[in-house]
């Protein structure tokens, strides 16, 4: 425990299953921990990470109530199966919206509230940023491109901000939960199957395994290492 005591952590898809866990887990390791999310959700502040007028605002806030940020988690997304050739525009544009230009967008306006303190930014993409998928292909592009993001990032903030990017593999949370029963009568739970037996663990990750890897990368624990795109993947991306 309190491992980032004294810092101040914005960390944004709050409302979610990880985000949630994440914000948890950052209290107790002794951080002020800001959480926004444009779904509703107690203790969570509205923010649209998409929106350059709500993130100004958001660091606006962060400013004047805590003078400067340590720690970023851009852990706010959405998820698209389909497949490639029946993608509309609107279903490409808002998934490249929100996984890729949203991490964008807070790192721009959050970035100067970090001078001079030593900052963190993780960024959360997915183990489909490093391997392709079928019916994933709007996903893919937006974690792919998260991926060299938090590295081109990562080279020009050095040495005062560590960037670093966490690709997490099928964490049993509502998202993909939510994929699943979307589907007809078992198909769902056959995906679920599918998805378990990727894994060499042989099941869904946690989300609190995934946030103790972001809690070692905001800590000073990881003083030495940026530019990473840490699998948390249970060897997806190993095959």
């Not at 994440?22 to 002020?32: H, I, K, L, P, Y």
């Not at 029946?86 to 230009?101: G, K, M, P, Y």
């Not at 940026?226 to 249970?234: I, N």
Request: charged fraction near 20%.
């Amino acid at each position: 425990m309190n491992r980032l005591e004294g810092k101040v952590a914005v960390i944004t898809g709050a409302a979610g299953g990880m985000g949630r866990v994440a914000c948890r887990r950052f209290v107790e390791e002794g951080a002020s921990v800001i959480g926004v999310d444009v779904e509703a959700a107690d203790g969570v502040l509205h923010c649209d990470v998409t929106s350059s007028a709500d993130v100004a605002a958001l660091a606006d806030e962060v400013r004047e109530q805590h003078g400067g940020l340590d720690v970023l988690v851009n852990n706010a997304g959405v998820i698209l199966g389909k497949p490639l050739v029946d993608t509309t525009d609107e279903e490409w544009a808002r998934v490249l919206d929100v996984n890729l230009r949203g991490a964008f967008v807070t790192m721009r306006e959050l970035v100067p509230l970090m001078a001079g303190r030593k900052g963190s930014i993780v960024n959360v993409s997915s183990g489909l940023g490093l391997v392709g998928e079928a019916m994933m292909s709007a996903y893919c592009a937006s974690k792919g491109g998260l991926v060299m993001l938090t590295k081109a990032a990562a080279v020009e903030l050095a040495p005062d901000i560590r960037v670093n990017v966490l690709c997490p593999g099928v964490i049993d949370t509502p998202m993909p939960r939510g994929v699943a029963d979307s589907l007809p009568p078992g198909a769902g739970e056959e995906l679920l199957r599918s998805w378990e037996a990727q894994h060499l663990a042989g099941r869904l990750g946690r989300p609190e395994e995934v946030v103790a890897a972001a809690v070692f990368l905001a800590s000073d624990e990881s003083s030495f290492v940026t530019g990473a795109a840490v699998p948390v993947d249970s060897g997806i991306s190993a095959r």
